[in-house]
């Protein structure tokens, strides 16, 4: 038997049950539903409004089973329920009942923040053709183009974009969206947000730029994109570091990929950080034996005096 705790079920019905009410003021659920229901109570009552989104009994079932008290934050409304379920017709029908478009949730998350998170074009088209505050900010303040770009959200980047959405604002750790394209890999997304004017060395909190953090988790594909639209490849952070002191710093895999890239693009190896240390001293370090090699080689072609390489020095730091 499955069982779902009132406040689960609430959550579940509130885009429908706006739309089957014949209350005008849309007013959310409140408990008359039992403190648990089993799956024969969740078909009964969702058997009326089961048209009307395109869910089936069994559907909602699953959905309700999978649901927990602590899955959304508090301030969730109707519009924002039917937004993350997609349901265009429900926003549709919300919307022209005069459904606050802008409310927040308990993250100060609008109806936009929910759908540039599950990539429906069609909807953020429809909120945004009704007044949706395009660069609202949440409690991490990021708009919803962030969360596009975090998302892999493509379509709904290109549609925020296309309405005039800023690829410029900063959240509170300094990151505009093509921070968060970077850091995650994303790079059509990326190239989208170049296309459309993103700033390609805007700096963080720390003073990174979108290549810092590329080239410090070795995404080779983002480094590439990032040189090939311009990046400024010996941009240094606020400690002083390069994107190749900070690929020299961590023993991955795809750290020698990266370095091997920043070089070959021009990386100037001779740089070094606030601390005194240099691209190949930082891999010391880390004790990462393959980019010591490459750096060591690289140095000596250049004419740098090389220090003999000593393994397993101390654990880096990326802050030094």
Not at 6 to 18: E, M, P, V, Y
Not at 108 to 135: C, F, K, M, P
Not at 283 to 304: F, M, Y
Request: net charge neutral; glycine share 8%.
């Amino acid at each position: 038997m499955i069982k779902a705790k009132k406040n689960d079920i609430i959550k579940l019905f509130r885009a429908a049950t706006a739309m089957s009410s014949n209350d005008d003021t849309l007013q959310d659920t409140q408990g008359k539903l039992p403190g648990s229901a089993d799956a024969g109570a969740v078909k009964k009552a969702w058997a009326p409004l089961s048209d009307i989104l395109s869910f089936s009994a069994t559907r909602a079932q699953y959905y309700v089973a999978a649901l927990s008290p602590s899955s959304r934050p508090r301030g969730f409304t109707t519009l924002h329920s039917a937004v993350e379920w997609g349901h265009l017709r429900a926003v549709e029908r919300l919307l022209g009942k005069g459904a606050s478009i802008d409310a927040r949730d308990g993250e100060s998350q609008t109806a936009l923040h929910l759908v540039a998170q599950n990539g429906r074009s069609e909807v953020a088209n429809l909120l945004l053709e009704n007044g949706a505050s395009i660069d609202a900010t949440d409690d991490n303040g990021r708009t919803a183009l962030h969360l596009a770009a975090q998302y892999a959200s493509t379509e709904a980047v290109k549609v925020l974009l296309e309405q005039g959405a800023s690829s410029d604002v900063t959240d509170v750790t300094g990151w505009t969206a093509l921070h968060l394209a970077a850091l995650n890999g994303q790079t059509e997304v990326l190239n989208a947000l170049l296309a459309n004017g993103a700033r390609i060395d805007a700096t963080d909190g720390k003073g990174r730029t979108a290549l810092h953090l590329a080239a410090q988790f070795g995404d080779t594909k983002i480094v590439n994109a990032l040189l090939g639209n311009g990046a400024s490849i010996d941009a240094i952070d606020g400690m002083g570091w390069t994107a190749l002191h900070l690929a020299a710093s961590r023993y991955w895999g795809l750290q020698l990929e990266a370095v091997e890239l920043l070089l070959l693009k021009g990386a100037n190896i001779e740089l070094t950080t606030k601390g005194g240390k240099t691209a190949l001293e930082i891999a010391q370090d880390a004790s990462n034996s393959p980019v010591v090699k490459l750096l060591t080689k690289r140095s000596r072609t250049v004419g740098l005096e090389v220090i003999a390489p000593i393994i397993c020095r101390r654990s880096i730091n990326v802050n030094d």
